[in-house]
T-cell receptor, first 114, second 115 residues
Framework: KAGVTQTPRYLIKTRGQQVTLSCSPI?????VSWYQQTPGQGLQFLFE???????NKGNFPGRFSGRQFSNSRSEMNVSTLELGDSALYLC?????????????FGQGTRLTVV | GESVGLHLPTLSVQEGDNSIINCAYS??????FIWYKQESGKGPQFIID?????DKRQGQRVTVLLNKTVKHLSLQIAATQPGDSAVYFC??????????????FGSGTQLTVLP
């Protein structure tokens, strides 16, 4: 069974540009969450999608957005990139819609903003 | 705001010894906890989880203990091996999130296994 797949693995963008990251959850998983990981702030929750609906959102500006498709694949978008957006972006998938079930992470997308 | 924190940022143990990694949480509304292992350049790897209606759970070479009275979580690794060297995170899911998932992570502990 394939794990969580994130693409691309690495990305370099210029300030002001926008970027779209993709996440394919484990087959059968319907919940996809996104996290930002930086050395200074650690792992921080961005948002969670379940059945194509955003159920929960962290404390990030509106430049960070996402969506989920009918096949549970998810994308997140960051517009007007800033240097501080450089981070490892991780997505996690869960089987059920409940908060108390295992969440499995992908390898992440390393975004560098220059 | 409330958050999950770790007692120690680094831990060094001899190969073959047992490791204990601690985590303090302050949100009494949390009802589910997960330990993750993250190796350099990789995403967090699920190790073990525990629900708030339990105080102990065992896996292969790992045990998680939950003390709700003092809001403390620990991960015990038996017979630590070089491959256990990594950063370990505890994460909590708040009951107030309902069915939604929002994990709050601790800052992590770097475990180094010495030969």
């Amino acid at each position: 069974k394939a794990g969580v797949t994130q693409t691309p693995r690495y990305l370099i963008k210029t300030r002001g540009q926008q970027v779209t990251l993709s996440c394919s959850p484990i087959s059968g998983h319907r919940s996809v969450s996104w996290y930002q990981q930086t050395p200074g702030q650690g792992l921080q929750f961005l948002f969670e999608y379940f059945s194509e609906t955003q159920r929960n959102k962290g404390n990030f500006p509106g430049r960070f957005s996402g969506r989920q498709f009918s096949n549970s694949r998810s994308e997140m978008n960051v517009s007007t990139l800033e240097l501080g957006d450089s981070a490892l972006y991780l997505c996690a998938s869960s089987l059920a819609g409940q908060g108390n079930t295992e969440a499995f992470f992908g390898q992440g997308t390393r975004l560098t903003v220059v | 705001g409330e958050s999950v924190g770790l007692h120690l940022p680094t831990l060094s143990v001899q190969e073959g010894d047992n490791s204990i990694i601690n985590c303090a949480y302050s949100n009494s509304a949390s009802d589910y906890f997960i330990w993750y292992k993250q190796e350099s350049g990789k995403g967090p790897q699920f190790i073990i989880d525990i629900r708030s209606n339990m105080d102990k759970r065992q896996g292969q070479r790992v045990t998680v203990l939950l003390n709700k009275t003092v809001k403390h979580l620990s991960l015990q690794i038996a017979a630590t091996q070089p491959g256990d060297s990594a950063v370990y995170f505890c994460a909590e899911n708040m009951r107030s999130s309902g069915s939604a998932r929002q994990l709050t992570f601790g800052s992590g502990t770097q475990l180094t296994v010495l030969p």
